[in-house]
């Protein structure tokens, strides 16, 4: 009777396990010291070999020239235990034997001695199925049992068995199979078994099994049983329903595209082609998401590495496409993919949403990157060191370090003499010329006073003996308080002087007339609670910020 590939070929001794090597060691030194525990986990996902293990490990401990790490294999205890008949050797699926009374069956069994070997040892597969109540029924029994048992609990959640079980036992993790190691080995069962397959086959059936070996073996299984002695790629892919990285790559070249309209097009094609073919789109999905995440692994490792599940071959063309992208793009897609993937798990029209998300990815892929639109948005300009934007070099341009540090920042209005709509020079470098409002400039931008400042630039100044008096469009009348400006008037001055501000509402002779405009629709300032919400620091840098900015109206909470 035919036997398949995975248990013919099922490893009999620690020297033909591949990886786990954590595991092989510590059990081979654990037998030659004789420090024999009484409880085991062996937690892992599917098909990494626990179950194999638990029974090398019974053949190590009740071989007849044992226990040894390296059993003999003929004699009637290692024959029996690799045919799954012997009677000490007691594997339980606790899938269907889950419940209490299977527990107390077990716990009476465990009283008895073994019947011929020299350790009764109980395998449990699966054993995270089983009960609460079950476990804390074999709870005292699993720490303290005679001195002739042994149990190995084998499972793919162990995080569901309890701590109190978890506690009396030693717990190995099992890891995913090597991609490489995987290959090797099903490239010598293949010769084994007369078959022809090269590395790219080998390869999709090591990328079916997600690294599972009994997995990966069934699929060599299937394949041999469909495509006979000589295995070729792409029969293996469509019999796998996997995708090549050609029809992925038909992704790639459409978001690569210069015209987007082109790129969307391609993008239906595709998905008709998959259509047509009855091809799984959720399959697809996942599977695209899988490609960009190589791509972006590739890209960052700047060449082969183990963190991608492919042949050489394929990761060198993994590496020339995902040259074309950046590791932002690339990211954006992945993130795009995923989405797309998850939305279609509940999708009534899953070719809508399998479009929409192609396009989707189109446009991203030509979206600014937000350091490039902050550039953009600040025009073309000379940045500060250290400013973190990317922009052009030129003259007036002021980064976004300049915003929103208080009083004591540079004013984003513009100055005398600069065109609207452009932003004023740093104050230090501004010349002051030899009348008194430029003098006053000069002083005010000394004593970091530039919001104070910039309203002097644009209002109108009349010195006499014994005040001044400065005439100020309304949109500068919160900066210009007398108390503020008097002992830096008195200096300027060089005498004692009143300060005096008047608002106006023409334009100031000499100052650009968008400056004096006021913002049409500006609250009135006569009203008390609106001339106390326009002093507070945080309304008056608001409005630095944003000069054309109006406050429509002002609400006092306390009359609700």
């Known amino acids: ?129 089983i009960t609460s109540e079950a476990f804390n029924a074999l709870l005292k029994t699993l720490e303290e049992p005679p001195e002739w048992v042994v149990f190995i609990l084998c499972t793919t959640e162990s995080h569901k068995i309890p701590a109190t079980i978890q506690s009396r036992c030693q717990q190995f993790s099992f890891r995913s199979v090597d991609f490489a190691e995987l290959m090797a080995r099903m490239e010598w069962i293949a010769k084994q078994e007369g078959i022809t397959a090269d590395a790219e086959v080998l390869g999709v059936l090591a990328q079916a099994g997600e690294g599972s070996v009994r997995d990966s073996l069934s699929a060599m299984d299937q394949a041999i049983a469909c495509c006979g002695n000589v295995l070729r790629a792409g029969e293996v892919r469509e019999l796998l329903g996997m995708f090549s990285l050609d029809s992925l790559d038909q992704v790639a070249k459409a978001l690569t595209a210069a015209d987007s309209g082109e790129a969307v097009r391609k993008m239906f094609d595709i998905v008709a082609e998959l259509e047509a073919n009855g091809r799984s789109l959720q399959h697809f999905a996942r599977e695209l998401a899988r490609y960009f995440r190589n791509l972006l692994v590739v890209r960052i490792a700047k060449g082969q590495t183990k963190l991608v599940a492919a042949s050489a071959p394929e990761q060198r063309k993994l590496a020339e496409v995902a040259s074309a992208f950046s590791e932002e793009d690339l990211t954006r897609y992945l993130q795009l993919s995923l989405d797309l993937f998850r939305d279609l798990q509940n999708s009534l029209q899953p070719r809508f949403h399998l479009e929409m998300g192609l396009v989707r990815m189109v446009h991203a892929g030509r979206l600014q990157s937000i350091e490039q639109a902050l550039a953009d948005a600040s025009g073309p300009g000379e940045r500060g060191q250290g400013s973190g934007v990317r922009g052009h070099v030129g003259t007036g341009a002021r980064g976004p370090e300049t915003r929103g540090r208080g009083p004591g920042a540079n004013s984003l209005m513009p100055g005398p003499g600069v065109e609207p709509g452009a932003a004023s020079s740093p104050p230090s470098t501004r010349p002051a010329s030899d009348d008194f409002r430029s003098r006053l400039y000069a002083a005010l931008v000394e004593a970091q006073l530039t919001h104070i400042a910039d309203a002097v630039m644009h209002s109108s100044v009349e010195e006499s003996a014994a005040e001044i008096v400065i005439a100020a469009p309304r949109m500068y009348q919160m900066f210009l308080k007398p108390k503020d400006l008097d002992a830096i008037a008195k200096q300027v001055a060089g005498r004692p002087v009143r300060i005096i501000v008047k608002v106006i509402e023409a334009p100031v002779e000499g100052v650009p007339a968008a400056a004096n405009q006021s913002p049409p629709q500006a609250a009135p300032a006569e009203d008390e609670t609106t001339m106390r919400a326009l002093e507070n620091p945080e309304v008056q840098r608001f409005r630095e910020m944003f000069p054309d900015s109006q406050v429509r109206a002002v609400r006092n909470l306390r009359d609700r």
Do not use: W
């Open 1 to 129: 009777m035919y036997q398949v590939i995975a248990r013919k070929y099922r490893p009999q001794a620690f020297g033909e396990l591949i990886s786990q090597e954590h595991v092989k060691t510590t059990l081979e030194n654990a037998i030659a010291q004789r420090r024999i525990a009484h409880g085991y986990i062996f937690s892992g996902q599917r098909g990494t070999g626990k179950t194999t293990v638990a029974r090398i490990f019974a053949r190590c401990l009740n071989c007849e020239q044992g226990p040894t790490a390296t059993p003999c294999g003929v004699c009637a205890s290692c024959t029996e235990i690799a045919a799954g008949s012997a009677i000490d050797v007691i594997e339980i699926d606790a899938a269907s034997n889950r419940g209490i009374n299977e527990m107390r069956e077990l716990r009476e069994s465990v009283r008895f001695r073994p019947a011929r070997d020299r350790y009764k040892i109980f395998i449990i597969d699966e054993a995270h199925q």
